[in-house]
């Protein structure tokens, strides 16, 4: 067993660390207070290659190992849950579909802008009744003559709503089964049909600095050319992408955890009482050994699932063990880390303050951990 990484994923840690420290670091606590959306280090994040990072070079891609994608977020995550969050859905949930079920002119045409971080794209699957319950989807398509007319909305959508989305990829019911289950048909959707609205959602608890959108589709006709693979696959294309997303969401978990928990360390050796660094006293000692050890754990837990996916083994039941621990990893050493700081941890002035709330979402988002825990059980047998 090598738990080495390799000379290059060891460079791109370095390399995003070091790009995270000196572009979002400075920037990071004033956009969350303004809710500002930066295209700016979008496009700088695009530039160092964070952008299609597992996609043939044929599309702009960089062609590497998932786990060195992974590496990625989880560095923008020790920094920043909302630049990581844009990178993470713009590759697992904005790419990632086009590139593993669009037809050649398709990839030809979206994915270089997508993967050189000039555009965005975003994935549309959860609606106002449709969350955990993928079921309950009620948009809708319907076929006229050569074109798909699909009505309906979807919400919480990220990257589908900032001046430089190009589009989404959207899921809707297109007929019935022979078992009488919905057929699901994902269609590519660009800004500008007629019909399609994208509208910006403000007053986020976490994430404030992503681009989050509600999506409505009212009579908007597109081609058939516009169908993802298949007419029938969108069901297969959604668990098929939520099983890579989940490995960025818990990537996130475990980025974030570092970073709280270096927080938490940093302070307790600097802060002093009962004259000497509250380091020292055991209970402080024994908050930073748990998380050092769930933080060893969550890492293990991460790299075997992306192991798996780039060696084409089964990895979607160590896809979600690894997003439903890493995230509650975070919520524990976030935890913890506000503890350590005592009433300085609840001041915004604090990065610990943002990590807080920007946790919580990733016991929602890409399957709750309620959801996690029935997949799992699943694979288990229950």
Same mark, same amino acid.
């Given at each position: 067993?090598?738990?080495?990484?390799?000379?290059?994923?060891?460079?791109?840690?370095?390399? +995003?660390?070091?790009?995270?420290?000196?572009?979002?670091?400075?920037?990071?606590?004033?956009?969350?207070?303004?809710?500002?959306?930066?295209? @700016?280090?979008?496009?700088?994040?695009?530039?160092?290659?964070?952008?299609?990072?597992?996609?043939?070079?044929?599309?702009?891609?960089?062609?590497?190992?998932?786990?060195?994608?992974?590496?990625? +977020?989880?560095?923008?995550?020790?920094?920043?849950?909302?630049?990581?969050?844009?990178?993470?859905?713009?590759?697992?949930?904005? %790419?990632?579909?086009?590139?593993?079920? =669009?037809?050649?002119?398709?990839?030809?045409?979206?994915?270089?802008?997508?993967?050189?971080?000039?555009?965005?794209?975003?994935?549309?699957?959860?609606?106002?009744?449709?969350?955990?319950?993928?079921?309950?989807?009620?948009?809708?398509?319907?076929?006229?003559?050569?074109?798909? +007319?699909?009505?309906?909305?979807?919400?919480?959508?990220?990257?589908?709503?900032? @001046?430089?989305?190009? =589009?989404?990829?959207?899921?809707?019911?297109?007929?019935? #089964?022979?078992?009488?289950?919905?057929?699901?048909?994902?269609?590519?959707?660009?800004?500008?049909?007629?019909?399609?609205?994208?509208?910006?959602?403000?007053?986020?608890?976490?994430?404030?600095?992503?681009?989050?959108?509600?999506?409505?589709?009212?009579?908007?006709?597109?081609?058939?050319?516009?169908?993802?693979?298949? #007419?029938?696959?969108?069901?297969?294309?959604?668990?098929?992408?939520?099983? *890579?997303?989940?490995?960025?969401?818990?990537?996130?978990?475990?980025?974030?955890?570092?970073?709280?928990?270096?927080?938490?360390?940093?302070?307790?050796?600097?802060?002093?009482? /009962?004259?000497?660094?509250?380091?020292?006293?055991?209970?402080?000692? /024994?908050?930073?050994?748990?998380?050092?050890?769930? %933080?060893?754990?969550?890492?293990?837990?991460?790299?075997?699932?992306?192991?798996?996916?780039?060696?084409? #083994?089964?990895?979607?039941?160590?896809?979600?063990?690894?997003?439903?621990?890493?995230?509650?990893?975070? *919520?524990?050493?976030?935890?913890?880390?506000?503890? %350590?700081? *005592? *009433?300085?941890?609840?001041?915004?002035?604090?990065?610990?303050?943002? /990590?807080?709330?920007?946790?919580?979402?990733?016991?929602?988002?890409?399957?709750?951990?309620?959801?996690? #825990?029935?997949?799992?059980?699943?694979?288990?047998?229950?």
């Amino acid at each position: 067993m090598d738990f080495d990484l390799s000379t290059e994923q060891e460079m791109i840690r370095k390399e +995003v660390r070091k790009f995270s420290e000196s572009e979002i670091v400075p920037l990071a606590i004033d956009l969350d207070e303004k809710e500002e959306f930066s295209i @700016d280090l979008t496009k700088k994040m695009g530039e160092i290659g964070l952008f299609g990072m597992f996609v043939s070079e044929k599309y702009e891609g960089q062609e590497m190992e998932y786990l060195s994608y992974i590496v990625a +977020v989880e560095e923008l995550a020790r920094i920043d849950g909302s630049q990581a969050a844009t990178v993470a859905a713009g590759n697992s949930l904005g %790419i990632g579909p086009l590139y593993y079920f =669009g037809t050649e002119d398709q990839k030809l045409k979206y994915l270089p802008k997508l993967c050189t971080g000039e555009a965005l794209w975003g994935f549309g699957l959860t609606e106002p009744t449709a969350g955990s319950d993928a079921g309950g989807s009620k948009t809708t398509a319907v076929v006229d003559g050569n074109d798909w +007319v699909i009505n309906g909305s979807k919400i919480f959508i990220t990257n589908a709503a900032s @001046d430089i989305s190009l =589009g989404v990829t959207v899921q809707a019911i297109t007929g019935q #089964r022979p078992n009488g289950k919905p057929e699901y048909t994902c269609f590519i959707v660009e800004h500008g049909t007629p019909g399609f609205k994208a509208v910006p959602m403000h007053k986020k608890m976490m994430w404030r600095a992503s681009n989050t959108a509600e999506l409505y589709f009212d009579n908007v006709r597109v081609p058939s050319k516009n169908i993802l693979g298949q #007419r029938g696959d969108g069901f297969h294309q959604m668990l098929q992408t939520l099983d *890579g997303g989940r490995l960025s969401i818990g990537a996130m978990g475990l980025g974030g955890a570092q970073g709280a928990y270096e927080m938490a360390l940093k302070y307790a050796k600097e802060r002093v009482q /009962f004259e000497q660094p509250i380091s020292k006293f055991q209970a402080i000692a /024994f908050k930073l050994a748990d998380c050092a050890v769930e %933080i060893e754990c969550a890492r293990n837990l991460m790299y075997k699932a992306c192991w798996l996916r780039d060696n084409n #083994r089964p990895f979607a039941k160590e896809a979600a063990m690894a997003k439903l621990y890493c995230s509650e990893v975070m *919520g524990r050493v976030v935890n913890h880390s506000v503890q %350590i700081h *005592g *009433g300085y941890g609840l001041m915004k002035d604090y990065n610990v303050e943002r /990590f807080y709330r920007d946790q919580k979402l990733l016991d929602i988002g890409e399957g709750t951990s309620e959801i996690q #825990r029935i997949v799992i059980s699943r694979y288990i047998g229950c």
